[in-house]
C-alpha cells in the first residue's frame, strides 16, 4: 500500500493504492478519502465513491434527463451548474488525460456536447 496526495483536486487530498483487505482499509479509513486497490475493484470504480457527495436529486435528475430521447441541453446544463461539486467534476474528467480533449472545455454545455448523449449517460 502506498499513499499520494490527489493534487487534481482544488486542494489536495489523500489517496490510498494498494488497499486489497478489509483489514487494511479499517486501518486506513479515517486518514484518507479516496481508496483504490483490490478491495474496492478498478480505477474506475475510484470515481464511483465520490457520487456519494453529489446531491443524489441532482444526479437522478440528470439521468433521467439523459435518458429521455428528446432532452434539453439547456436545462441540463441548468440542473448540473446548480450541483458546483457535480459540475467541477465533469469537467476534470471531460479535461482528463482519458478524454483527451483538443482544446481546455470549460462549460458544462461544451462538456455535455462534447460528451454526447451515450457518453454523459455513462459519465454521470
Same mark, same amino acid.
Given at each position: 500500500? @502506498?499513499? %499520494?496526495?490527489?493534487?487534481?483536486? %482544488? #486542494?489536495?487530498?489523500?489517496?490510498? @493504492?494498494? &488497499?486489497? %483487505?478489509? !483489514?487494511?482499509?479499517?486501518? &486506513?479509513?479515517? *486518514?484518507?478519502?479516496?481508496?483504490?486497490?483490490?478491495?474496492?475493484?478498478? @480505477?474506475? !470504480?475510484?470515481?464511483?465513491?465520490? &457520487?456519494? %457527495?453529489?446531491?443524489?436529486?441532482?444526479?437522478?435528475? /440528470?439521468? !433521467?434527463?439523459?435518458?429521455?430521447? =428528446? #432532452? =434539453?441541453?439547456? *436545462?441540463?446544463?441548468?440542473?448540473?451548474? /446548480? =450541483?458546483? $461539486?457535480? +459540475? &467541477? +467534476?465533469?469537467? $476534470? #474528467?471531460?479535461?482528463?488525460?482519458?478524454?483527451?480533449?483538443? +482544446?481546455?472545455?470549460?462549460?458544462? $454545455?461544451?462538456?455535455?456536447? @462534447?460528451?454526447?448523449?451515450?457518453?454523459?449517460?455513462?459519465?454521470?
Amino acid at each position: 500500500m @502506498y499513499i %499520494s496526495l490527489w493534487k487534481k483536486c %482544488s #486542494f489536495p487530498k489523500k489517496c490510498f @493504492y494498494n &488497499v486489497d %483487505s478489509a !483489514e487494511v482499509f479499517e486501518k &486506513v479509513k479515517s *486518514q484518507g478519502e479516496l481508496f483504490c486497490g483490490k478491495l474496492f475493484g478498478d @480505477y474506475e !470504480e475510484l470515481f464511483e465513491i465520490t &457520487v456519494l %457527495s453529489y446531491l443524489k436529486t441532482t444526479l437522478s435528475r /440528470a439521468l !433521467e434527463m439523459v435518458e429521455k430521447e =428528446d #432532452f =434539453d441541453v439547456d *436545462q441540463l446544463e441548468k440542473l448540473l451548474k /446548480a =450541483d458546483p $461539486k457535480l +459540475s &467541477v +467534476s465533469l469537467l $476534470k #474528467f471531460i479535461n482528463s488525460p482519458l478524454m483527451a480533449p483538443p +482544446s481546455p472545455i470549460r462549460d458544462i $454545455k461544451h462538456a455535455i456536447v @462534447y460528451l454526447g448523449v451515450n457518453n454523459l449517460n455513462l459519465s454521470l
